[in-house]
């Protein structure tokens, strides 16, 4: 066993040295490397666990091919890395000022590094069949804009990436990564690597191109611990790397690639959390059909305000005894600060309370089996522990529901006040991501007419004057959405469409006011609370980490020699691939360029409006039938955020040079 | 053209004489007799007046206010006949601006001018453009409670008033920045005073003053603020409102839009006074963590405020410093997560290496603190027997990183103590370290703070966070030590903070100071890095986020109930609440609302909900106008986007709020 370690350990280490080898030959003949070639010790490739020592002996063949088309890819996208960089010209006037920052790259909260490397690994993967033209390509790389530079500025160019290029290498080498084995729903494994840098999101993703699933929101990183029977869902904003190093070595703590509705249960039902009536009349029906409008607005409410509403729940739950096999009941409240319950013989005003726990250093898991292992009343059980523990221990607290619906409101109640905006922010990532993988698919056989601008189009209809990339973003979530609801019936997606179809559909309608909210007879319901979400945030998602790219430039002018061709993921596509259209989906979300070709006939300003409220109008009269909306003004303050934060950076970079 | 004679002096015209009182609504006040048809015109007569009094003065505030209709006579084209005026009208000529007296959210008193002829909406509006308070739609004014008079009055001590009646505003515009202020505050060092006052948090209230205002101790209590809200659709002297009076400046409506700290100064700290006042006299309710966290924002921004450092620097672009900024944090953030950057500096990071007494509870053990020679490096905090072993293998090691701290600290007994939860795989391990002084601890305290959150003691909050915890320590000193429990006594005030000053009175009842200061310590870890705009705003979503927040009281009577109830108003729903036992009934969304309606006669506000849910209930509490204007308030805010920016749709607002005068 040891032999054989050593074995591939051996093998991956010669795979990293010929990276290193290709990565040095780039710099080479321009400049030294500002450090000379990283010894062999600090390549830190640490197989982090034992039992990853033990799975990758036990890993099938195909897992070992699978885990060395990976390394391949590295090497391979470092060449091609390496022509790129020739190519990219303005994009990278951010490059000499990297060495400065070099964390930049590494959090991938502004995406410069790893999410680049991320997308474009998956493009030269060789061993897998390539991905059906990827429509991820033009979520993030903006294809480089090749603008005719003189020769000077090129070679200065070429300078400044390969030095970006190699300090990257030398970064990268010292960034730690782990081999995670994980199960997949039809019982087999993946092995993936996974370096400190990805968040739960990068490895859903990843899992994604590898497994050709269909993306759903519902797809999660699911981790089990088998010993202490409890379970929960990775967040997507979880650094995977830094929750697996709390397990032991010996650990057999699983990590799962399935599906849970209970992801984001809360964003696809918000009335269920938020507007559940206790069950006091067992309204569920009417609940469930709440319409999408009422459910936007109520999302809107919770989530987009200055601070987050945590959903009101509170009940008698059984809590576990420490070091006992008994529960006890007891009435339990959840509020933003924590879980609290009402002492004995107390009221459950404020004042009352005690508090049980509070989540800053918690996590919150699923108990399974509970009801056997511990004699608990049902098998409705949330565990509440400190990451760090894997033992059984008195700091571990077991609840019990009654049923299931209460424990996933706890569950998710909880989560809603830990992770806060957080939660909903991965959200809108993970539709925006399922979102362009349906409409991906969908893109070829029909472009019907999209069947959902009525209802749902009123959704985004407060916001004429948001430019209209929000408005396609929000169509990618509603479509995805629908996406998700269809997806578990395994049926196609329905009204997935041209992305400028959608648009051009929703726009004119978008950019009339909302509807007035009508004192007396008309319908106040949920118009005023309708300000899309994408208010205040268009810029965040879902290309956010991209945003600090330059924006997307027009497609280069083909015809000329001397341009360098165009990116490789337009070349690479396969033939019968039909390009995607400009770039001027979601990509262009946060960039600050004038949108791109297709101009939607939005009239925002000049939008045919209600006749203006006269300024003279006399006392209101009592009865109104109708009163005009609050006009839709001009201008979007959306931008300034963004084009701050270039300023930002520009100003940052001059003081730098 | 009114008053033509013959040669006998009658007159010949259907002329008629009318009395003006030229002044305030006072009956001695002096008058002018004018010559008037029922053609004239208002501003004729205006006009007429002034030729009149024979006095050099500026007149362009002055109007004519009808005191039996209590009415403005405005529309200066307007004859006499169609407003109905007949000889025997009591008309006074007096300005419209008039001078009150504003209690501000920070319990402030200021004296300005305000319109008295204007819909309170613009009064309003105009106020909070004077103090630079955006969105004005969400403040509105109440009268002052009355006075009880049963205490002396002369024992008060006469407070400091602060004068804006001077200053004029230019129209139009929003006003310009001047030496980080809105311009017409720079004029002299009196209105400069005032823009502090008004933009900086005031330090924390006297503990016994706290004691001694009223605190709502039921529901009931709750709903007598909300009775004393001004009307929107009329002007304040229509209300009985005179000059000089005390009025109320309040939030009321608590939907906050766009809070930002950057243009938002005045706005913020008011908001946040606000609050803090709420939570001090308990009209919103919070548990005993909860007030932690609160007792510790205050004391970060009273510290912050009084040190001068007011966050936004006030230098040429303060958009773009800000940006730097954060983009500098964000580096910090990110050197700080990769730990190998951090071996890169081994020798930069501080190390801390002492001895100190050690104590690790476990079952069946007698044994107490025992001296170990620790060292503490990066996270890590490692004991041995003594200093001679120490290259050798340690007792134990513990990494602090996502462990809870506590401390458990008597100054009066000199006891210093940092009770340490270390996270294990098998369960917590309980530590406790034991200082030998204050300033030992506070250098260990504070790196196994940043420790706990996975930093090291080569965080550049390191310092600050020792001096915080020193600080702190004496303010327990002074606070908790000599008094013997009283909060009162007369040193407390004076030196440091009084941890009484930050809490509900409940608490003070509660907890001794002593108790209370290492608590509030404790939550102030969590905070001790924010600005103070961060912290003020962190105060503002911490009471948002309450289930008690922002709900308006009233008492009602449902159609059909025998008992009186309680209605709550919030800015998304209304809520039926048992009186006796404050138990929630029922909740109605507002986006579930198709219409509302009052009759004003029988004093009933009717609505109706989606699916045919029908409400209806008369107002006890408060007038039904005020229910009805608190509806309707919220549906216009929910109508509110960012990219209108500032103006305001007023006569929306008049329409969602109005409409009973056409009764």
Redesign the interface.
Known sequence: MGESNEDIDQMFSNLLGEMDLLTQSLGVDTLPPPDPKPPRAEF?YSVGFKDLNESLNALEDQDLDALMADLVADISEAEQRTIQAQKESSQNQHHPASPE?P??S??G??GYGANVVAVSVSHYENDLPPPPADPMVDLPLPPPPPEPLSQEEEAAQAKADKIKLALEKLKEA?V?KLVVKVHMNDNSTKSLMVDERQLTRDVLDNLFEKTHCDCNVDWCLYEIYTELQIERIFEDHENVVEVLS?W?RDTENKVLFLEKEEKYAVFKNPQNFY?DNKGKKEGKE?NEKMNAK?KE??LE?SFC??????P?LEGALYLKEDGKKSWKRRYFLL????I?YVPKGK?K???D?A?FI?FE?VNIYYGIQCKMRYKAPTDYCFVLK??????E????KYLCCDNARTLNQWVMGIRIAKYGKTLYDNYQRAVARAGLASRWTNLGPASSAPPTTGLKAGTTQ??G??PQAVHSVSAVLEEAQRHAETAKDKKPALGNHEPGAPRAHQLPKSSLP?P??????????????T?PRA??RSGGFPAAPDDSLPPPPPPPPLEEDELPPPPPDFNDGPPDFVPPPPPSFAGDAGSQLPPPPPPPPAPAPEAPKPPP???K?P????K?KE????????????QDFMS??M???Q??RGNMS | MAGMKTATGDYIDSSWELQVFVGEEDPEAESVTLRVTGESHIGGVLLKIVEEIKRKQDWSDHAIWWEQKRQWLLQTHWTLDKYGILADARLFFGPQHRPIILRLPNRRALRLRASFSQPLFQAVAAICRLLSIRHPEELSLLRAPEKKEKKKKDKEPEEELYDLTKVVLAGGVAPALFRGMPAHFSDSAQTEACYHMLSRPQPPPDPALLQRLPRPSSLLDKTQLHSRWLDSSRCLMQQGITAGDMLWLRFKYYS?F??DPKTDPVRLTQLYEQARWDLLLEET??????MM?FAALQYHINKLSQSGEVGEPTGTDP??DD??AA?NN??VK??G??S??VLDNLTTIPELKDYLRIFRPRKLTLKGYRQHWVVFKETTLSYYKSQDEAPGDPIQQLNLK?C?VVPDVNVSGQKFCIKLLV??????SEVYLRCQDEKQYAHWMAGCRLASKGRTMADSSYPSEVQAILAFLSLQRTGGGGSGGHPQGPDAAVEGLNPYGLVAP?FQRKFKAKQLTPRILEAHQNVAQLSLSEAQ?RF???W?????FGISYVVVRFKGSRKDEILGIAN?RLIRIDLAV?DVVKTW?????????VNWDIRQVAIEF??HINVAFSCISASCRIVHEYI?GY??L????????E?L?E??F???T??H???
């Not at chain 1, 509020?335 to 924590?338: E, N, P």
């Open positions: 830190n920052m964390d930049f590494g959090a909260a502004l010292k730690k709390d032991t507007l009417t009422n607005s109520l409410e305000g200055s601070s987050i509403i945590v009101e509020r933003a600060s924590g609290y009221t005003t404020s004042r309370l508090c509070q250093n400190h990451p760090q523990i894997q033992k221990s008195q700091y571990i407060a916001n004057q948001i909302p007035p909210p009508v004192r007396r007879s008309s319908d106040v319901c949920g118009s005023p609370a300000v208010k205040g409220v006269g300024v109008r006392p209101a009269p009592p109104r009163n005009p909306g609050p006009p839709g003004g001009g201008g979007s303050g959306e701050d934060l300023k930002a950076l100003k940052k | 906050f766009d809070l309710d919070c548990t005993e963590e909860e966290v958009g773009l940006l730097d983009l964000l580096e990110l050197e997560s990769a190998t950057d996502g809870e996270p294990s795989p098998e369960g917590m409940r705003l503002i979503q911490a948002q986020s309450l289930p008690d998304n404050g969304r507002f986006s579930n609302m198709r219409q509302w309606n989606d699916e309707g549906i216009f929910s109508t509110r986007e960012r990219a209108r920016g103006e749709d006569d929306l008049l329409q969602l109005g409409g005068e056409a009764f």
